[in-house]
């Protein structure tokens, strides 16, 4: 028989109501009158109904746990997938629009005008706009560098200072404020290596 605290000596799980009863047998002699072996004998059945019923209670929060980490998980992909679908929606049109513009382009059916595939990409960025994502600088854009915004496109450029103007040669991409792509910069005239 091991002791309350289990054979490894950790601390077991063992209701006061058991531990009493465990106390009281080990106090007593081997032997029991007639009378308490009847009252010893539902103790005990009492006890093991009980951790019988904190086992099925166990077993059902373990339940219930699972079955909650499931749904979150479900409506996790649902509003991901929920998503995609704004941003395919918002970007649906022109995309489809420039693909069909550029296909007799590379069969070599027709020509495509420039204005053509330049309005195609403004009306991409106008539904990635109405989803959520920026632009961060306009090619030509003489800006305050930031580091965080910014990613320097040649030596020069990485030895401006922070707050110190650059050009914007390739922009880059907030998705909901947060960037996602840096803006290309270089430095402006003059201002590589000036003191801050």
Known sequence: MTDERGESGAPGDVPRRQRGLLRRCRNRSRTAS?????????????????????????????????RARDTDGRDARQRSRAGVERLVAAIGVPLAQFMTQAHPHRAGTARVQVGDMLDAGARLVRGLREAGVDVVGEPGAVEPYDPARHDPLSAAARRVPAGRPVVVRVPGLLYEGRVVRKAGVEAADGTAGEAG
């Open 34 to 66: 007639g009378e308490d072996v009847p009252r010893l004998r539902r103790e005990l059945r009492e006890a093991r109904l009980e951790l019988a019923e904190r086992g099925r209670t166990a077993e059902r929060t373990r339940a219930d746990l699972e």
